[in-house]
């Protein structure tokens, strides 16, 4: 075995420097809640790197609501689930029919439907909060899981329909016309033919528009008020509103929050990847 | 563009009297309506109302004259001019870094990859705690190696915007980390392998190859982090949330605080002020993307 110049020495050791930076600089603010979260509350607030007495008693306090702020910690949590399912789901529906309409059946305007949606998405949506937030009031939605739902579907479809319209562009249009010559309507090949082949950029769009609805914060503190109405991370910036709030358990509520959509986004790398940075910047 | 043309022209292949549109098309009408609807619903019947609710004058004279909105303004122009170009240098730099062949980088991106895999919500207030003068884990470690007291850090509103930037790098940087490596992957090895032979060191490599192929990606890279971070709500309000003596307030923030004063109008002219900043780059952007 031939020993390594100094040279290629040089080159390991600049590149081990950089990925220790890396990963202090990445894991810092996870960490740090994770201490919160197995720390009693005495170790909590006395600045160690460890806790002397690591516990998972906060989990429990958690998990059995023992507290003022957590009384309705697992309504929460199945709010923040079902308005993230609900959002997935519709944004599906609605996005794969669009994506459908304008790349297959080449929809008279559809390009037209493309660029408005593009424009949304570009948009920042904390500046469409302000206006959706009187529409809702209007619509009498306001403090209804519908109203958070609806705007989430708003926020995620410009963007579901353009990748999903990307993907459709790719699939051969022979396929399409050889399902025409044996007399299939257009519904038949959009339920077997268009959406079998499409299942990769579904299941990546279907991911993106859980976990947009799952982590969003602005729309949900804007448009729910009432406690048992509340998805989880407003929950969380409700702990901000006093002073002696428990931080060792908003850091173990906030790392539990944290869980579901990790788990799903490393469950979905690879489509996630694929799908989504396709779509995402075309230089 | 060609094709919806003249698909759009069914009229040329039926008879004269026949329906107009053939039954396909009625097909896919009935499947872009449920999106239309929401479209209609949820986007421009609100943007015509903000707009309609920010048509006095009088509101722009008022914001003209709240000194809260000139500081986020200004806040906002750090944040996307000094922000996002540290963080796409960075990125740049990284997604170097990550296309290295070696086992414990492919582990260490995976790592890597957490900040944009988690909620932001529970990080944004860890990092807040940490921060805390009394009792967060920085002033704490401080004194117990230095003796005296850390700074405020969330006090003085230099800091506080620079944390508040530091929050969105840490949040974002692995995402558009990963959209350059794809552009450095798609890089040809041959050419760096020719560049070797003829003795081409890392810098020319660097300014000659990589940089060329890579700057359109940039670019776009750079606009839509833009457009995007102007809507990044939650960096500054669950870090600083706006304070202190909001200072530290940008527009997007901005719209809210007044919303949550009832002052709605003043919302919607502030938002409406930004689109001067809005719609070039969307403009430029919708140029990029619908080629």
Redesign the interface.
């Known amino acids: 075995m031939k020993l390594p110049t100094l040279r290629e020495t040089a080159t390991e050791a600049r590149l081990i420097l950089v990925g220790i930076t890396v990963l202090i600089w990445t894991m810092i603010p996870i960490y740090h809640m994770f201490v919160f979260a197995i720390s009693p509350k005495e170790d909590a607030f006395s600045g160690k790197l460890w806790p002397d007495h690591p516990t998972l008693h906060n989990f429990e306090i958690v998990f059995y609501q023992q507290h003022y702020f957590l009384r309705d910690f697992w309504v929460q949590f199945g709010n923040s689930a079902l308005i993230a399912a609900a959002v997935g789901v519709m944004t599906l529906l609605i996005a794969t029919a669009a994506a459908f309409s304008i790349s297959r059946l080449r929809v008279p305007g559809g390009r037209i439907v493309l660029n408005l949606a593009l424009f949304t998405y570009f948009i920042p949506a904390a500046f469409l909060a302000v206006p959706m937030y009187r529409t809702m009031g209007n619509y009498g939605l306001l403090n209804t899981s519908w109203a958070l739902i609806l705007a989430m579907v708003t926020v995620a479809s410009p963007y579901a329909i353009w990748v999903l319209k990307q993907a459709s562009d790719k699939l051969p249009v022979e396929l399409d016309e050889a399902a025409v010559m044996d007399g299939a309507t257009s519904l038949q090949i959009f339920r077997l033919v268009y959406l079998p082949l499409m299942i990769p950029s579904l299941v990546a769009i279907g991911t993106y528009a859980v976990l947009l609805a799952w982590n969003e914060y602005l729309y949900a503190f804007l448009l729910l008020s009432n406690d048992r109405d509340l998805t989880l991370p407003v929950a969380l910036g409700n702990f901000l509103a006093a002073d002696d709030s428990p931080w060792e358990l908003l850091m173990t509520t906030g790392f539990i929050y944290a869980l579901p959509p990790a788990a799903i986004y490393y469950a979905f790398r690879r489509y996630m990847v694929g799908g989504l940075t396709a779509g995402a910047v075309k230089s | 563009?060609a094709?919806?043309i003249s698909?759009?022209d069914p009229a040329l292949s039926g008879a004269p009297l026949a329906p107009r549109l053939s039954?396909?098309?009625v097909?896919?009408?009935v499947?872009?309506a449920?999106?239309?609807l929401?479209?209609l619903?949820?986007?421009v019947?609100?943007?015509s109302?903000?707009f309609w609710?920010a048509r006095h004058p009088s509101s722009y004279v008022a914001l003209y004259h709240d000194p809260i909105f000139a500081r986020a303004a200004v806040n906002t122009l750090i944040f996307l001019v000094i922000g996002i170009n540290l963080k796409m240098l960075i990125a740049l730099f990284?997604s170097g870094?990550f296309v290295?062949q070696?086992a414990?980088?492919r582990w260490?991106s995976?790592?890597?990859?957490?900040?944009?895999?988690?909620?932001?919500?529970?990080?944004?207030?860890?990092?807040r705690?940490?921060l805390n003068p009394e009792?967060?884990?920085v002033?704490?470690?401080i004194?117990?190696f230095t003796g005296d007291d850390g700074p405020n850090w969330l006090n003085d509103p230099t800091v506080a915007l620079a944390m508040a930037i530091g929050v969105h790098i840490?949040k974002s940087l692995?995402f558009w980390t990963?959209?350059l490596m794809?552009?450095r992957l798609a890089i040809s090895q041959d050419l760096f392998e020719a560049a070797d032979v003829d003795g081409a060191n890392f810098w020319q490599k660097f300014r000659f190859i990589t940089w060329p192929s890579m700057q359109?990606?940039y670019l776009?890279?750079t606009l839509?982090s833009m457009?995007?971070t102007?809507?990044?709500?939650?960096s500054v309000?669950?870090l600083t949330?706006g304070g202190p003596a909001d200072l530290t307030h940008v527009?997007?923030?901005l719209?809210?605080r007044y919303?949550r004063l009832d002052q709605?109008n003043l919302?919607?002219a502030s938002?409406v002020c930004?689109m001067p900043l809005?719609l070039p780059?969307?403009y430029f952007?919708?140029k990029?993307?619908?080629r």
């Open positions: 563009m094709i919806t698909a759009s039954t396909p098309q097909w896919g009408i499947l872009i449920p999106y239309l929401v479209f619903a949820f986007v019947y609100p943007v109302y903000g609710l990284l870094f290295q070696r414990w980088i260490l995976v790592i890597f990859i957490l900040p944009w895999a988690v909620p932001s919500i529970p990080t944004i207030l860890s990092v705690f940490m009792w967060g884990m002033n704490q470690l004194f117990k840490w692995p990963l959209i794809t552009g359109a990606l776009t890279c839509l457009i995007w102007l809507g990044d709500f939650n309000y669950l949330g527009l997007s923030t719209g809210i919303l709605l919302a919607m938002i930004a809005v780059l969307v952007m919708m990029r993307l619908s």
